[in-house]
Each structure stands twice: as structure tokens, then as C-alpha cells.
């Protein structure tokens, strides 16, 4: 039986993963690249994190965007807060009643300017080209979330801005929601939370590193501008 194993995002233990639980390791297998090259990706210390977020919005008033949160209650207080600031935006997450989810993810594929503040479950099918910016409002899990969070802002080839607010405290408030999960899978997800957090401190081109972490090599030196670290270095 002829068998294709597809996804869209993936590093290369996730590859190696795929192909060993799937008894693929005679497949042939085909890559496209992971640059992004319209995506400008940005990390700020997180600080009064609400006045960054409007910050931001201001600059993109009209846009569509997606605002990722860590937990259920964090989505619901910040979409509260940002229609009450007067700015279009829809909570999402597993929480919420299957028919209000369903609702609000048609609204924000077939509506222009909506906002949506939204966990992890926020994800899967999410294919509208013009969403211009995502902010991460805490810290994802791991490199290969971040990227598949960011890819998609800009899916339409034109600009897409992608701004995180780091704190460790959150990598610090992840691992401890990891306490109670196998030894095995806590040792894993550190791994990630620490690669997350590495990739967060550093001043080198965001781009380089990402690339890097999925297997790719990125030739020039640089992204030449195209994120936070090569547009205002570092000392």
C-alpha cells in the first residue's frame, strides 16, 4: 500500500519521529525551504506588556492579526480589555463552547481587521493570507511552535510583522506546568523551553538561527534587516 506522511512544519527529531512510528525509513523525502523572507520577526523584553500590545495595534489599525496567549484566562482578560480599548477582537481557545469557536474563527477568515487572542488551539486550517501581524504575549514552547505560530502572518507574500514578549518567568511558569507528565517528556520539553529561551537572548540574526534549527543552511551573513537583530544590532 503506496503511503505519503505530510506536514507542514517539522524539525529533525519530529522527521525522525515520523518516519520511525510510521516505519517509513526507506521513504524518500522532499523539502521545501523555511525562509520566510516577508516576515520581520521581533523579540522585546516583556514590560507593562498592554501598553506594548496597543503600541503595536496602532500600527496596524485595520489589519488582521492574531494574538497568542499561554493560558485560557489570559485570552479571555486580554480580548476583554482590547474591545473595551475600542479594538475589534474575538477570544479563542478549547474553553469555549465548540458552536461560539466555530463562530468566531468564520468571522475572522471572512471578516477584514479582526483580532484574534487565542491560545495554541488557535492552529490547525488557519489559512487567511492577509493576516498582518502575530504577537506571541508569552513565551511559545519551543522554536518549531514559534515558527508555525509566526508562518502565519503574511501568507499573501506582503509583509508580515511578528513581535514576542519575552519574560523567563514563563519559560519558568511552563516547566512547571510539566511537573506532573513522565520523566522522559519532562526532559524533552526543558530541552525546548531552554532552546526557546536561547533563541529569545540572542543578538545573532533571528533568521540564521531559526533556519539553523531546522537543518537549513542560511548562506549570507544576515537577514539584512528583515529582523530585530540585524535591523538595530545588539552591543
Not at 514590560?47 to 489599525?61: A, N, Y
Not at 519532562?186 to 529569545?200: D, P, V
Not at 538561527?209 to 540585524?230: I, P, R, V
Request: aromatic content about 10%; hydrophobic content about 35%.
Amino acid at each position: 500500500v503506496p503511503r505519503m506522511a505530510l506536514t507542514a512544519t517539522a524539525d529533525e527529531r519530529t522527521q525522525g519521529d515520523i518516519t520511525q512510528r510510521l516505519k517509513l525509513e526507506q521513504a524518500r523525502c522532499f523539502m521545501s525551504g523555511f525562509d520566510r523572507p516577508n516576515i520581520f520577526y521581533r523579540i522585546v523584553p516583556k514590560d507593562k506588556p498592554r501598553q506594548q500590545l496597543l503600541g503595536l495595534l496602532q500600527r496596524h489599525r485595520g489589519n488582521a492579526g492574531i494574538v497568542y496567549c499561554l493560558s485560557r484566562r489570559k485570552v479571555d482578560e486580554t480580548a476583554q480589555w482590547l474591545s473595551d480599548q475600542g479594538w475589534p477582537a474575538l477570544p479563542y481557545h478549547a474553553g469555549l463552547p465548540n458552536e461560539l469557536r466555530a463562530f468566531h474563527q468564520k468571522r475572522f477568515l471572512n471578516e477584514d481587521g479582526l483580532i484574534m487572542v487565542a491560545t495554541i488551539a488557535f492552529g490547525m486550517g488557519i489559512d487567511k493570507p492577509d493576516v498582518r501581524f502575530v504577537i506571541h504575549y508569552d513565551v511559545p514552547k519551543s522554536i518549531e511552535s514559534y515558527y508555525q505560530e509566526t508562518g502565519r502572518a503574511g501568507r499573501d507574500g506582503l509583509e508580515g510583522n511578528c513581535l514576542l514578549f519575552y519574560d523567563f518567568n514563563d519559560i519558568v511558569k511552563l516547566e512547571k506546568f510539566m511537573k506532573d507528565k513522565p520523566i522522559n517528556e519532562r526532559e524533552s520539553g526543558r530541552l525546548l523551553l531552554y532552546e526557546m529561551a536561547a533563541f529569545s537572548e540572542s543578538g545573532a540574526c533571528r533568521r540564521k538561527l531559526m533556519l539553523h534549527y531546522f537543518g537549513e543552511n542560511f548562506d549570507d551573513a544576515n537577514c539584512g534587516g528583515k529582523c530585530d537583530n540585524c535591523r538595530y544590532p545588539k552591543e
